[in-house]
């Protein structure tokens, strides 16, 4: 059989848990992320295809069936509302956005319109459930990506985020001099969110269960300087000078990650570098977790601020506390932030497990937009992003 007719032979349909995990997983195995022959990163998701999506309020999972019932293909999709670039008589402040993620297929039925199909099959499904908007993130450097989203589907450049990641040591990360670091309970960290972040791009109207799922480990506000703590409600009626705020998410409850393909001297020099940081904490080695085997992350979410240049500093003390709370329960932590969030600036990750431009696309659907003539998909970023954990 031919291209087109192999291409013809396929089906485009719903995942189907009871049969379709094995077919699925196969092809996700098939298409882990890496050069050829080098190293690659693999993600377990515990046997559950919809790990990555089913905490999300709506969501869906499509599969490419080839003759013979064999999967070749699939995407992964959800549904949410969230804040806009911002509420003017021009824009609206919020809409609902749809999520693309997890698209493969398999080589062997590559450049066939599998990838095309798959996309707009789950587009409909968008705009069924009332989506404005569909987005997906992907790496600059992934042309078939671009040139699908953006060549063929309609797709505009959107958003340049960066994710920041610092690996986890034996010992103690130093965070910065008089900063005070304080737990919220969810409910006051919902009302914190929604008072200061809720029309932060992308902010989701959920928001309460966001921070209630069992993955969320919490939420944390950093002070600098002098300021007695007296509850979310004297803070909201009198901030600090300098403040931030900032959520962690367990992916580890979702999927494992494992880097493959490493040569033995790499691993070799990894090991010796846990080893002297585990027998000799006071000299802060710089080692390299154990990334060779199935590990686990966190994901901070939710990260703000407020205040002077201080906020900066808060910010810091934040992701340094996360670090050290990860020891012995997380190989990284990382945290996702727009291009021009002045917060970045002194959040401390590796350069070498960093991708300092991710890039996000967007496309106005059919029904998308409340206001006519104006388009989210080309607006001007603003100067924070709320990255939901439900979909990294």
Same mark, same amino acid.
């Given at each position: 059989?031919?291209?087109?007719? !192999?291409?013809?032979?396929?089906?485009?349909r719903?995942y *189907?848990?009871?049969?379709?995990r094995a077919?699925?997983?196969a092809?996700?195995r098939?298409c882990?992320? &890496?050069?050829?022959?080098g190293?690659?990163?693999?993600a *377990?998701?515990? &046997?559950?295809?919809?790990?990555r999506v089913?905490h999300?309020?709506?969501?869906? !999972?499509?599969?490419?069936?080839?003759?013979?019932?064999?999967?070749?293909g699939?995407?992964?999709?959800?549904?949410?509302?969230?804040?806009t670039a911002?509420?003017t008589?021009?824009?609206?402040?919020?809409?609902?956005?749809?999520?693309?993620?997890?698209?493969?297929?398999?080589?062997?039925h590559r450049?066939?319109?599998v990838a095309?199909r798959?996309? #707009?099959?789950?587009?409909?499904?968008? @705009?069924?459930?009332g989506a404005?908007?569909?987005y !997906?993130?992907t790496?600059?450097?992934?042309?078939?990506s671009?040139?699908?989203f953006?060549?063929?589907?309609?797709?505009?450049k959107?958003?340049?985020?960066?994710l920041?990641?610092?690996?986890?040591?034996?010992?103690?990360l130093?965070?910065?001099?008089?900063a005070a670091v304080h737990?919220?309970a969810?409910?006051?960290?919902?009302?914190?969110y929604?008072?200061?972040?809720?029309?932060?791009?992308?902010?989701?109207?959920?928001?309460?269960?966001?921070?209630?799922?069992p993955?969320?480990?919490g939420?944390?506000v950093?002070?600098?300087?002098?300021?007695e703590?007296?509850?979310v409600?004297a803070?909201l009626?009198?901030?600090?000078?300098s403040w931030?705020?900032?959520?962690l998410?367990?992916?580890?409850?979702a999927? #494992?990650?494992?880097?493959?393909g490493?040569?033995?001297?790499?691993r070799a020099a990894?090991?010796?570098?846990?080893?002297?940081?585990a027998?000799?904490?006071?000299?802060?080695v710089?080692?390299?977790?154990?990334?060779?085997?199935?590990f686990?992350? %966190?994901?901070?979410?939710?990260?703000g601020?407020?205040?002077?240049?201080g906020?900066?500093?808060a910010?810091?003390?934040?992701?340094v506390?996360?670090?050290?709370?990860a020891?012995?329960?997380?190989?990284?932590?990382?945290?996702?932030v727009a291009a021009?969030?002045?917060l970045?600036? #002194?959040?401390?990750? %590796?350069?070498?497990?960093s991708? @300092?431009?991710?890039?996000?696309?967007?496309?106005?659907?059919g029904? &998308?937009?409340?206001?006519?003539? %104006?388009d989210?998909?080309?607006?001007?970023?603003?100067?924070?992003?709320?990255?939901d954990?439900?979909?990294?």
């Amino acid at each position: 059989m031919g291209d087109e007719g !192999m291409a013809a032979a396929v089906v485009i349909r719903e995942y *189907d848990p009871a049969t379709d995990r094995a077919g699925t997983e196969a092809v996700d195995r098939e298409c882990e992320v &890496g050069p050829a022959g080098g190293m690659s990163l693999h993600a *377990d998701l515990l &046997g559950d295809p919809l790990a990555r999506v089913r905490h999300s309020p709506a969501y869906l !999972m499509l599969v490419a069936e080839a003759a013979g019932g064999q999967i070749v293909g699939l995407i992964r999709g959800t549904v949410k509302s969230v804040a806009t670039a911002g509420a003017t008589t021009s824009s609206p402040a919020s809409a609902s956005v749809g999520y693309i993620l997890g698209l493969r297929v398999s080589p062997s039925h590559r450049r066939m319109g599998v990838a095309l199909r798959l996309v #707009r099959r789950l587009e409909q499904w968008f @705009e069924r459930t009332g989506a404005a908007y569909a987005y !997906m993130a992907t790496d600059k450097s992934n042309e078939p990506s671009l040139r699908l989203f953006t060549g063929r589907c309609g797709y505009s450049k959107f958003r340049t985020p960066s994710l920041l990641v610092h690996p986890v040591h034996a010992h103690r990360l130093r965070g910065p001099r008089r900063a005070a670091v304080h737990r919220l309970a969810p409910r006051d960290a919902e009302r914190l969110y929604r008072a200061r972040l809720a029309r932060v791009e992308f902010f989701p109207a959920d928001i309460g269960a966001v921070l209630g799922n069992p993955l969320s480990l919490g939420t944390f506000v950093s002070i600098v300087d002098d300021y007695e703590w007296r509850g979310v409600e004297a803070f909201l009626a009198s901030p600090p000078a300098s403040w931030a705020v900032a959520s962690l998410w367990d992916c580890g409850g979702a999927f #494992r990650l494992e880097v493959r393909g490493a040569s033995r001297a790499r691993r070799a020099a990894a090991a010796a570098s846990r080893a002297l940081d585990a027998r000799a904490k006071w000299m802060r080695v710089p080692s390299v977790p154990d990334f060779f085997r199935p590990f686990v992350a %966190w994901f901070v979410y939710g990260l703000g601020g407020g205040g002077d240049d201080g906020s900066t500093r808060a910010a810091e003390a934040l992701f340094v506390a996360f670090v050290n709370m990860a020891r012995g329960r997380a190989a990284a932590v990382a945290v996702e932030v727009a291009a021009c969030d002045p917060l970045r600036r #002194r959040i401390p990750h %590796w350069r070498s497990l960093s991708c @300092e431009e991710d890039l996000w696309c967007m496309k106005r659907l059919g029904s &998308g937009g409340d206001v006519e003539g %104006w388009d989210w998909a080309r607006s001007a970023p603003g100067q924070s992003i709320f990255v939901d954990p439900r979909e990294v």
